[in-house]
């Protein structure tokens, strides 16, 4: 099944590539999140390296079980043929109520039908105050078009 955008990305088609990734991550659904990647996707994130839609959805569900009121900003650094490099910032807090915000890049490649099939990503995450938060949107929708992004927050 194809994912349109398809490689090889414009700037414009890149830049909604990564939109469309980011109100996906931001659902928190792990299924739907799945969707995205090739049957045989590989991914390197953090310390843990899923392969295949079945580990992706698994990592998923781990990760928001623990990343709470979690809110994802994406931004477009790179591209070229069937390759996107994104930088991201998300914000998030445990179950004892400390808050973080997570900032990382990520390396993408597509497949013909516009699946990722890898994904590289480096992560570090720096505690904050409930105070120091930038991310206010209603979770239950995508950030709304009017919020700022990650260059226009200083982040």
């Keep these: ?22 109100d996906a991550w931001n659902s928190c659904d792990p299924e739907r999140v799945s969707l995205a990647y090739t049957e045989d ?17 698994a990592f998923l569900q781990r990760k928001w079980a623990r990343e709470l009121d979690y809110r994802l ?39 013909a039908e516009g699946l990722m099939r890898l994904r590289y990503a480096s992560i570090n995450d720096l505690p904050i105050t409930a105070a120091d938060r930038k991310y206010h949107w209603d979770r239950s929708k995508p950030r709304p078009a009017d919020h700022p992004g990650l260059s226009d927050l200083g982040l």
């Design 1 to 22: 099944m194809a994912r349109p955008p398809l490689p090889p990305f414009t700037r414009e088609t890149a830049i909604q590539k990564v939109r469309m990734a980011e």
């Design 41 to 57: 996707s590989q991914w390197r994130n953090r310390a843990e390296f899923p392969k295949g839609r079945a580990q992706i959805v």
């Design 73 to 111: 900003i994406k931004e477009l650094w790179a591209f070229e043929g069937n390759r996107i490099a994104v930088r991201f910032a998300y914000e998030w807090h445990d179950d004892a109520g400390n808050w973080f915000r997570s900032y990382g890049n990520e390396n993408w490649e597509f497949d």
